[in-house]
């Protein structure tokens, strides 16, 4: 059977599942140079085109079925919710269709304690023929969540988590064998979106437009506070006084809203009163937000002394390292899973899980993160004669002679290999490699990439040297725990020490991208370091570079690898030599 899941909210995208097999999931953003976060925005007919490239037909696919939303828009989210589906039109099999909010399932904003998050609402679009399925936008995650985890393969049972913009943090938990969620309630009443609508009620994040983007600039900027006990003390008294208020009423989004609203204009008061400084005020609350989470998944789970004590995460928030790593190392849980795409990046994976669970019965989804985008060679500028063309010069470069360049001229490579990754975060075939021994590593990236300068920059690590390099330095391969830099290489690697010396660390290993793997044991044949730098290869405030030309066009790298060929820079002053000089540092 094949499913094809859509998503056409914001981070839209398509993914299509196969007798149990992810065979590919695009989202809008990797898609022609999309902004960030773009809703659906494709015809049917480049649908078909996607599909026929692997083999499928789209009038012969056995299932369609659509991600859940709503038309939700509270006055002080509005902004955030630009992306939010109004309406989606396009032709089947030669008929007008019309897609609106009241055409697909909602987006359980919190999920009622009976309420069974598996039951699809089906529709047909009158005189099309046109017919699909939708659940919720939460079932999604979690069925993205646990259909993507060992626990699925090993037929066990598992917690799941989902926080996500919308919504307050809920745990359900996976029956495997009943094939049923089990819906434990919200565990507070927080949305997922405070963590970007607290920052801008302090600097630097009060001048800046209201998006999605404050939340990873957030995450970083808070190295640069203290946890403050005075100001967690006064998070706790804020939120006892609102929790005992909104205990007299059944919560419902709006309530919750409501909550959060109100949290943060207490807060924010406290911090014009108190005198401290911003960064500690966000600081501290990244820390009053990771507290809460443990204490009251202690006590939730306490409450199931039979339940399976895996956890799966999923949602906007379970792109938060150190929360991540917190709820990981409690041991309220004996493993902690969560898939690269926790954000809404999975949605369509999650929507077509959520079919192959229910009308297959398919628990384990059989998948590879590097199952996105190919790279478009027919649109790369150098076949189509492009002026960008004429900037850059095209050279044979192996593997090997990219290590050698990398360790010879210390310049950042545009990598670009294979399939795009899934979810946002390059792990390695959309991504800026570069080496990490001098000090103003970071800077120079992020310069190059017009971010500010409290931004972090990634290590990507061959997996068996991590535990030597970093605490605890386990295996990490899509950078969602947090890792700290051990002393003894803080002066050897300070590219990818953040101000609090953490590292959002990827391992690689010679199977999961051996072309990468590759990559690194050359190097570090060379260097003795056995990791590099790693950041997105992006447009500013657009997904990954679908091809040459658009990191040709981008005209920020003086070096671009695709393919075993290196497109040089005629600008760079070492065009010449730098391929042969390159070879005489190769180990053989």
């Known amino acids: 059977m094949t499913i094809l899941g859509i998503k056409l909210s914001h981070d839209g995208g398509i993914a299509l599942i196969a007798d149990g097999t992810l065979v590919f999931s695009y989202e809008m953003?990797?898609?022609?140079?999309?902004?960030?976060?773009?809703?659906?925005?494709?015809?049917?007919?480049?649908?078909?085109?996607?599909?026929?490239?692997?083999?499928?037909?789209?009038?012969?696919?056995?299932?369609?079925?659509?991600?859940?939303?709503?038309?939700?828009?509270?006055?002080?989210?509005?902004?955030?919710?630009?992306?939010?589906?109004?309406?989606?039109?396009?032709?089947?099999?030669?008929?007008?269709?019309?897609?609106?909010?009241?055409?697909?399932?909602?987006y359980g904003h919190i999920v009622g304690k009976d309420q069974d998050i598996l039951l699809p609402c089906n529709y047909e679009h009158a005189g099309s023929g046109f017919s699909y399925s939708s659940y919720l936008h939460v079932s999604g995650h979690v069925t993205g969540a646990y259909c993507t985890s060992l626990f699925a393969g090993r037929r066990e049972d598992s917690?799941?988590?989902?926080?996500?913009?919308?919504?307050?943090?809920?745990?359900?938990?996976?029956?495997?064998?009943?094939?049923?969620?089990?819906?434990?309630?919200?565990?507070?009443?927080?949305?997922?979106?405070?963590?970007?609508?607290?920052?801008?009620?302090?600097?630097?994040?009060?001048?800046?437009?209201?998006?999605?983007?404050?939340?990873?600039?957030?995450?970083?900027?808070?190295?640069?506070?203290?946890?403050?006990?005075?100001?967690?003390?006064?998070?706790?008294?804020?939120?006892?006084?609102?929790?005992?208020?909104?205990?007299?009423?059944?919560?419902?989004?709006?309530?919750?809203?409501?909550?959060?609203?109100?949290?943060?204009?207490?807060?924010?008061?406290?911090?014009?009163?108190s005198g401290f400084a911003d960064a500690d005020m966000l600081t501290t609350f990244q820390e009053f937000i990771r507290e809460l989470l443990i204490e009251e998944l202690t006590k939730r789970v306490a409450q199931f002394p039979g339940f399976t004590r895996n956890l799966c995460i999923a949602g906007g928030c379970g792109l938060n390292i150190k929360w991540n790593s917190s709820i990981r190392d409690s041991k309220v849980f004996e493993e902690v899973w969560v898939p690269p795409f926790p954000n809404d990046a999975g949605s369509a994976i999650g929507a077509a899980c959520c079919e192959m669970l229910v009308h297959e019965g398919i628990k384990e989804l059989k998948w590879n993160v590097y199952?996105?985008?190919?790279?478009?060679?027919?649109?790369?500028?150098?076949?189509?004669?492009?002026?960008?063309?004429?900037?850059?010069?095209?050279?044979?470069?192996?593997?090997?002679?990219?290590?050698?360049?990398?360790?010879?001229?210390?310049?950042?490579?545009?990598?670009?290999?294979?399939?795009?990754?899934?979810?946002?975060?390059?792990?390695?075939?959309?991504?800026?490699?570069?080496?990490?021994?001098?000090?103003?590593?970071?800077?120079?990236?992020?310069?190059?990439?017009?971010?500010?300068?409290?931004?972090p920059v990634a290590p990507i690590c061959m997996e068996e040297f991590a535990p030597d390099i970093f605490a605890p330095g386990t295996p990490d391969p899509y950078m969602l725990f947090e890792h700290f830099v051990k002393e003894a290489w803080k002066e050897r690697v300070p590219a990818i020490c953040h101000l609090d010396g953490s590292a959002r660390l990827q391992t690689v290993n010679a199977w999961r991208n051996p072309i990468v793997y590759n990559l690194l044991r050359?190097?570090?044949?060379?260097?003795?370091?056995?990791?590099?730098?790693?950041?997105?290869?992006?447009?500013?405030?657009?997904?990954?570079?679908?091809?040459?030309?658009?990191?040709?066009?981008?005209?920020?790298?003086?070096?671009?690898?695709?393919?075993?060929?290196?497109?040089?820079?005629?600008?760079?002053?070492?065009?010449?030599?730098i391929v042969q000089g390159a070879k005489m540092y190769q180990i053989q």
């Not at 994040?205 to 190295?223: H, P, Q």
């Not at 679908?546 to 600008?571: C, E, F, G, H, Q």
């Open 371 to 455: 199952s996105g985008p190919s790279i478009r060679s027919n649109e790369n500028g150098l076949l189509s004669g492009s002026s960008y063309a004429s900037t850059y010069s095209p050279v044979s470069c192996t593997i090997d002679d990219l290590a050698g360049i990398l360790y010879k001229y210390n310049e950042p490579v545009v990598f670009l290999n294979g399939p795009a990754e899934l979810g946002p975060r390059a792990l390695g075939n959309r991504s800026i490699l570069a080496t990490a021994t001098e000090p103003d590593m970071k800077g120079k990236l992020n310069a190059m990439k017009n971010r500010e300068n409290y931004r």
């Open 159 to 273: 917690f799941i988590l989902v926080w996500d913009g919308g919504m307050p943090p809920q745990l359900f938990y996976y029956d495997y064998q009943n094939n049923r969620v089990k819906n434990l309630g919200a565990m507070f009443l927080i949305l997922g979106y405070a963590y970007i609508t607290f920052a801008r009620h302090f600097k630097p994040f009060c001048m800046m437009n209201l998006d999605l983007s404050i939340a990873g600039k957030a995450m970083a900027y808070m190295a640069l506070g203290k946890i403050r006990s005075e100001i967690l003390r006064e998070y706790r008294a804020i939120y006892s006084r609102l929790k005992e208020m909104a205990e007299q009423i059944e919560p419902d989004v709006y309530i919750v809203t409501i909550f959060t609203d109100q949290f943060n204009k207490e807060a924010k008061k406290f911090g014009n009163s």
């Open 522 to 577: 050359a190097y570090f044949r060379l260097s003795g370091i056995p990791l590099l730098c790693n950041t997105s290869a992006n447009l500013n405030g657009s997904g990954f570079f679908p091809d040459i030309n658009s990191a040709m066009r981008w005209n920020k790298a003086n070096l671009i690898w695709s393919n075993n060929t290196l497109y040089v820079n005629k600008s760079f002053a070492h065009l010449e030599p």
């Open 29 to 106: 953003e990797k898609l022609h140079n999309f902004p960030r976060y773009s809703a659906f925005c494709i015809t049917m007919d480049e649908v078909g085109d996607i599909l026929n490239g692997y083999g499928y037909a789209l009038t012969a696919i056995d299932r369609i079925v659509i991600d859940g939303w709503s038309s939700w828009d509270p006055d002080e989210l509005r902004d955030l919710e630009d992306g939010q589906l109004q309406k989606y039109n396009f032709k089947w099999k030669g008929t007008a269709v019309e897609l609106t909010p009241k055409d697909i399932a909602g």
